[in-house]
């Protein structure tokens, strides 16, 4: 059942094609909308048991040799999870329901992907083998990347596409191999078995780098400094999509990885400072460059950049609860934990519904563009109201959900000093504190410069009213949660977030981090924290118009896009130039380059096996006819030396190789002496028909130098070969080993039912090798019927 | 090279003989493979000439019209039914490619031999005659 729920979107993606056909083009989303609805509803009934602290594992065993099975694990983190997924996952299809137009877009794929991504996030947060997990986390890339192309005629849309797949392919691969570094400890993939064995973990001699690897793919993910680029660049996708994978649910994959993998890592202090670092930086980038923005959604995507960087910086103060010793520590450190994942769901409500809101301001005006918009208080009095709530919450004002959290979090700040080192801690709360300003100065932009201000139709291409009902509902819907979390705070908190923290901080006593929040605390601290970053903000958003006018501040794009850009023109070039050196264009240096890597490759195991064995005289009487034979082949070879025309060298190519298959039949390998012969034929022909496409043999006047070098090289690859040869026939016969033929003879009847040796080994014993030989075989048949029939004839685009 | 297309009589019966004096023998090879000098390369390369053969003796178009075959569609054909040959193993819960045989008694014909390995080879087969007419018959048709 589980299992079926969270492999649910990925088979209804499957049918979409055959829906979409169906109904001829109408309006698939409604149907499309059952799918998260009752995946919401059912993982609800889950919250009863989860919230009295049970946990569900179900197995489904998958590749049992390798220790891979699909382990659906339910705990409160997963939980937590699920219903984000599903929940937003239900409004945003709603949205998309009347935000994509079923005449204009390619609905069918819009919903494949978007059900392909629900299916894959599930996975994620719902699967105890790391390898499942890996699994579905690439398709998240994956499904990611298609949703930003989904506009894919457009050349940002897939420029934004490629960004976003390099740079989280990228980490995801880092984490596969931090993966099998923590497998290589610990002998498991189940996160659960691992964290069963994290002591001994800890100590483990690949621990930091498994720890660094499994951090850059959830930084990567998570858009963290410096990998934070591709999410502006994402918000190419139609804003549904951004709202649900690119604020809400994907980019909180990575925070989803770091608190699973707390109990394992969270000991080390170098995953504390490495978070608290990075989420420090990145939170405060992010709100920094939002206020350079231009573009709603520019803005948006910076600001969620910052608030994944407050998450990371709140997990990582959590970690601190696993370092330091004594209950009172360890309470204040669980609070952190606590309000990540408040703030984490928070953070949902408010942004997604601000999305959509930029979505309808984009609908309904035609632009996105803050220089433009204004006055639309009075037009779009619904969308007005709630981009109020978003922003304020946002920004941290009560009564909102927002507020709370930034309350905590100033807690979380504070609450660093009771570590070793005390005051010094300081800086970070300060320098948090100050990214709290600029947040609340752009969100102060947002609001100011789309809704107040003077109405001018004339900036707008179309008439601009209030957007249809249907397109608000989801907003709506949003919006109220983000006021009804603010007015009471306590409503996920036992059941749902409690059981989460219990899952980050498993060895933690709960009666330690259970307590309430209250939207009220009395004058504290923080409060007045809170009262600074409106003041100052203010005064940010007041002095913005004279500060945004030059330099720095003026530039729109972020200044590290130009390492990501000279970078890939970099590999292009480097590339190219390699590619350049090896693909000279003449045969001749091909077979340089593969006889001398072959001979050599087989010399030097030869060499380090020490198995060189001198030639010796070989006793064996042999008739005399084999010795005319072998002296007919030297004689044509060097004749091959001095033959001028291609007639002539074909025919005394074929009298070494005739030879060759001469031998083979004298010694007994029919088989071989009739493939040699069959090759011989074809090869001939195709050299007959290759003919008239071959240059004038002219005589080309090489360097000495070059001479002696093919010289060299030539003998060197014939005496390779010749002691090669020798040396695989005596090695054996000097030290005694069994020959491997004598296990063909005596079982290739037995156990393949066959009496051709050379067959049942081709087509049974080691018929893998023919498989892929036939494969290449294939593909060269392949290759030359493309090569030929599409042959470059200069000036395409490649 | 121009296929050529006049020639008399006599030779174009006297081919004709060969042609298919060849791919009985090549199918002979194949079948034989497994027990006695052959099978699928070997039957697949004296199949290719055979058809070389013909496109020599009587040209693209009447040997096309003839044998209507794509051989890139041969070539793929042929790894499918190995590859899916191969996936038997899989199936029985076997290595991948493993290969079963077993020994039956039919009516009139006796105890026959029925082996996976033939059906493996087949693909062998089939892929070494696309591989070597797609190679020969685009080279050769090429224009330019």
């Known amino acids: ?141 994956l499904s990611s990347s298609l949703l930003v192309a989904f506009w894919y005629d457009r050349d940002r849309s897939v420029y934004g ?78 804003t549904p999509v951004s709202a649900y994978l690119h604020s809400a649910t994907m980019v909180k994959a990575g925070v989803y990885l770091v608190a699973r993998m707390m109990p394992i890592f969270g000991g080390s202090e170098v995953w504390f400072w490495a978070l608290l670092l990075t989420g420090l930086i990145t939170m ?77 301001i984009d609908h309904e005006t035609g632009t996105r563009d803050i220089r433009r918009l204004g006055g639309l208080m009075t037009v779009m009095p619904i969308a007005f109201t709630v981009a109020l709530f978003g922003l304020s919450a946002m920004a941290g004002l009560p009564p909102f959900n927002g507020f709370i959290s930034k309350e905590m979090f100033f807690t979380a700040l504070i609450s660093l000093q009771e570590l070793p080192g005390g005051t010094a801690w300081l800086w970070v709360a300060v320098v948090g504190w100050l990214a709290s300003i600029f947040t609340f100065g752009y969100c102060a932009l947002m609001l100011g410069r789309t809704f107040t201000g003077k109405f001018q139709p004339h900036n707008f291409d179309q008439k601009v009213h209030e957007a249809p009902i249907g397109l608000l509902i989801s907003p709506i819907v949003l919006g109220s949660l983000v006021l009804l979390l603010g007015l009471f705070p306590n409503l996920l908190v036992p059941g749902l977030i409690e059981p989460a923290v219990a899952s980050i901080l498993p060895a933690l006593d709960p009666a330690l981090y259970s307590f309430r929040l209250y939207l009220w605390h009395g004058p504290s601290v923080e409060l007045g924290m809170s009262l600074g970053v409106v003041i100052l903000g203010l005064l940010l958003y007041r002095s913005l118009p004279r500060t945004a006018g030059g330099g720095w501040f003026s530039r729109e794009r972020d200044p590290l896009n130009r390492l990501y850009d000279g970078g890939l023109d970099a590999l292009t070039y480097s590339s190219e130039r390699i590619t350049g050196i090896q693909m000279t264009g003449r045969l001749r240096d091909y077979l340089v380059f593969m006889l001398t890597f072959t001979i050599g490759l087989a010399a030097y195991v030869f060499f380090r096996a020490d198995s060189f064995v001198a030639p010796a005289l070989i006793a064996a009487e042999a008739p005399l ?58 090869t001939v022909i195709l050299l007959m028909l290759a003919f008239r496409r071959l240059p004038e043999v002219t005589a080309e006047r090489i360097p000495a130098f ?85 042959r470059f004839k200069g000036g395409e685009d490649v | 090279m121009r296929f050529s297309r006049e020639h008399d009589v006599m030779q174009r019966v006297f081919v004709t003989i060969v042609i298919c004096l060849l791919l009985a023998f090549s199918w002979y090879l194949f079948l034989a493979g497994h027990n006695r000098p052959g099978g699928g390369f070997i039957g697949g390369l004296m199949t290719a000439s055979a058809i070389v053969l013909m496109y020599m003796f009587f040209g693209a178009r009447e040997t096309e019209r003839v044998l209507r075959l794509s051989y890139p569609v041969v070539i793929a054909l042929g790894l499918l039914i190995a590859a899916a040959v191969s996936s038997l193993g899989l199936l029985a819960g076997d290595a991948f490619v493993t290969q079963y045989f077993d020994y039956v008694t039919l009516p009139l014909v006796g105890e026959l031999e029925l082996a996976t390995a033939i059906p493996f080879d087949f693909g062998v087969y089939l892929v070494v005659v696309g591989a070597t007419m797609a190679a020969t018959v685009t080279i050769a048709e090429d224009e330019d």
């Open chain 1, 1 to 141: 059942m589980l299992h079926g729920a969270i492999l649910s979107p990925l088979l209804f993606a499957l049918l979409l094609p055959l829906l979409f056909r169906w109904t001829r083009g109408r309006q698939i989303g409604w149907a499309v909308l059952l799918v998260p609805v009752s995946l919401f509803v059912y993982f609800a009934t889950h919250l009863p048991a989860i919230g009295r602290g049970e946990t569900i594992l179900r197995t489904l065993s998958w590749v049992p040799s390798l220790g891979i099975s699909f382990d659906a694990y339910v705990d409160g983190l997963g939980l937590l999870f699920a219903l984000l997924i599903t929940g937003v996952g239900a409004l945003v299809v709603l949205y998309a329901v009347f935000y994509l137009d079923r005449r204009k877009e390619q609905l069918h794929h819009f919903y494949f992907y978007l059900l392909l991504f629900m299916g894959a996030m599930l996975g994620i947060v719902l699967s105890d083998n790391l390898i499942i997990l890996y699994v579905f986390w690439e398709l998240t890339s």
């Open chain 1, 625 to 682: 006819y084999v010795y005319g034979i072998a002296l007919l082949m030297i004689i044509a070879a060097f004749a091959l030396l001095r033959v001028r025309d291609r007639i002539s060298f074909i025919i005394v190519l074929g009298i070494v190789g005739l030879m060759i298959s001469l031998l083979f039949a004298i010694f007994s390998a029919q088989d071989l002496a009739l493939t040699q012969l069959l090759v011989e034929t074809v």
């Open chain 1, 161 to 238: 596409a490629r960004k976003s797949m390099l740079i989280t392919v990228f980490g995801g691969f880092a984490m596969l191999a931090g993966f099998i570094l923590l497998y290589l400890e610990g002998g498991t993939f189940s996160i659960q078995g691992l964290i069963a064995q994290a002591d001994s973990l800890f100590g483990s001699p690949l621990f930091y780098a498994a720890m660094v690897l499994v951090l850059l793919g959830a930084f990567t993910k998570s858009a963290q400094f410096p990998f934070h680029i591709w999410l502006p660049d994402a918000m190419e996708a139609p």
């Open chain 1, 284 to 360: 405060c980038w992010g709100s920094v460059s939002a206020i350079r923005q231009h573009d709603l959604k520019g803005i948006l995507a910076f600001s969620t950049i910052s608030q994944l960087g407050l998450l990371m910086l709140l997990l990582g103060i959590g970690s601190a609860a696993m370092i330091t010793g004594g209950t009172a520590m360890e309470r204040v450190y669980a609070a952190a934990v606590t309000t990540a994942l408040v703030h984490l769901v928070n953070h949902a409500t408010f942004k997604g519904s601000l999305f959509m809101i930029v979505g309808i």
């Open chain 1, 706 to 790: 070059s001479r002696l070098l093919k010289l060299a090289i030539s003998s060197a690859v014939g005496v390779g070969a010749f002691l090669i040869g020798v040396s695989a026939y005596s090695y054996r016969s000097e030290t005694g080993l069994t020959s491997i033929s004598d296990f063909f003879k005596e079982n290739s009847y037995k156990l393949a039912g066959g009496q051709n040796m050379v067959n049942v080994i081709l087509v049974d014993f080691r018929a893998l090798d023919t498989l892929l030989e036939i494969l290449v075989l294939g593909i060269v048949g392949i290759g030359i019927v493309m090569m030929v029939k599409h």
